[in-house]
């Protein structure tokens, strides 16, 4: 007699899983038919707590949650509860003011929100914390909107008073914003750089400075705007991307030329020194031409009857490609054994003559590895030529950005 079915393992495993087979097609025609069935339909199935407070907030209501739930904890309290009970020692931060010259940014944002964090913490320690919120009322910025609104024929006296104004509100703006976000400060007694107290401390401080002898008057380059007639800070610069500045070669004829390379050149040939700059403008205020003294120079020859050139040997290579003629060198040497003490001229001063000094700043990036010093216009320029004793002249470019009659006729 046949056993039956199920008593043979193989077939009873192929029924087992025929009949998942079958259940699983129909739960799969189920959850085809049943797509388009709301979700909500499933929400009385999954245990969730109950909560009367809402999941999302959008709009104003954010906002003015955040204002409801400051009030109610009194966020604004706890600067002066700390200055009450905290019994640790005292720990004073000057905020390190805004300009008031716009609303708040970002930038306003981690500034203050990192200050906060550490009043926060120095708070928790016990510490009785002192934040002395401040804002900069003076600068470019505010009296540029100050201009803006005010007639062509104001006063001084009218936009001082006009940029107070625009200061004052912005200060008030701004503190709100400050506020807002929860910064913990003492709101009450913040400090204005226009304020007549701060200005008069200032004076004291900066005269007891000059006492010290720490002040002095000389002169230095500095950022300047033709259009506004003062000077400007770094942070104020605005540079224009597509901008692209005129550069010119220049050849300085050398006056006392160094043995080593008189040496070798025929007598009576002229040796120039080629410079690279992109300020043709400085040329009329050029007194001196630095040089490397980490790099090897060459004389080459262009043309047979060309004057002879004095370049750093491995920039020849972008020389030949701006002059497009093929440069024969004659002679190479080391900068600082043989340029240091010779002289050149200048074609805009006939009769003068300027020294070779070495420059730090001399880089082999671009131009001829010679560059052009102007001390009147140039940051590195200014401090290696007092370095090198060169007694700095008349600056050339007046206040509205215009040549002087000392940089000579059209």
Not at 66 to 76: L, R, V, W, Y
Not at 207 to 221: H, M, N, Q, S, T
Not at 318 to 339: C, K, S, Y
């Amino acid at each position: 007699m046949a056993a039956p079915m199920e008593s043979n393992p193989a077939r009873s495993m192929l029924l087992k899983i025929l009949r998942f087979s079958r259940v699983l097609n129909r739960y799969r025609l189920g959850c085809a038919g049943s797509r388009f069935l709301s979700r909500k339909s499933y929400a009385g199935t999954v245990l969730l707590p109950k909560t009367s407070f809402p999941q999302r907030l959008s709009g104003a209501k954010t906002s003015q949650r955040d204002d409801d739930i400051a009030k109610s904890a009194c966020f604004s309290e706890h600067y002066r509860w700390q200055r009450e009970h905290n019994s640790g020692p005292e720990f004073v931060l000057h905020d390190g003011p805004p300009y008031a010259n716009g609303d708040t940014h970002l930038g306003h944002a981690v500034n203050k929100i990192l200050k906060d964090i550490t009043i926060r913490c120095r708070s928790l320690r016990g510490d009785r914390v002192h934040f002395v919120p401040g804002w900069d009322c003076h600068g470019l910025p505010i009296e540029v909107k100050a201009l803006s609104s005010a007639d062509a024929s104001a006063s001084s006296t009218e936009i001082r008073s006009k940029a107070r104004k625009f200061a004052t509100a912005t200060i008030e703006k701004q503190m709100q914003s400050f506020q807002h976000w929860g910064v913990m400060a003492d709101w009450t007694q913040p400090y204005r750089t226009y304020d007549a107290e701060y200005v008069a401390e200032q004076l004291r401080a900066f005269y007891e400075l000059y006492e010290k002898g720490c002040v002095f008057r000389d002169y230095k380059p500095v950022y300047w705007s033709p259009s506004n007639k003062t000077a400007l800070a770094e942070a104020e610069l605005e540079y224009n991307p597509n901008h692209q500045s005129h550069s010119v070669f220049v050849a300085f004829p050398l006056v006392k030329v160094p043995e080593m390379i008189r040496a070798e050149i025929s007598e009576g040939s002229e040796v120039s020194v080629l410079i690279w700059t992109t300020t043709p403008w400085t040329l009329p205020a050029n007194q001196a031409v630095c040089f490397s003294t980490k790099h090897k120079y060459s004389v080459i020859r262009t043309d047979p009857a060309c004057t002879l050139l004095v370049v750093a040997s491995e920039m020849i290579p972008q020389v030949r490609g701006h002059l497009a003629q093929n440069a024969e060198v004659l002679l190479t040497f080391e900068g600082a054994d043989v340029l240091s003490g010779a002289t050149y001229s200048n074609p805009l001063h006939p009769g003068r003559e300027f020294l070779l000094v070495p420059g730090d700043h001399v880089t082999m990036d671009k131009g001829t590895g010679l560059v052009h010093s102007a001390p009147n216009h140039g940051f590195e320029d200014f401090p290696n030529a007092l370095k090198h004793g060169i007694v700095l002249e008349e600056c050339l470019v007046d206040e509205a950005g215009c040549f002087t009659a000392g940089a000579g006729t059209d």
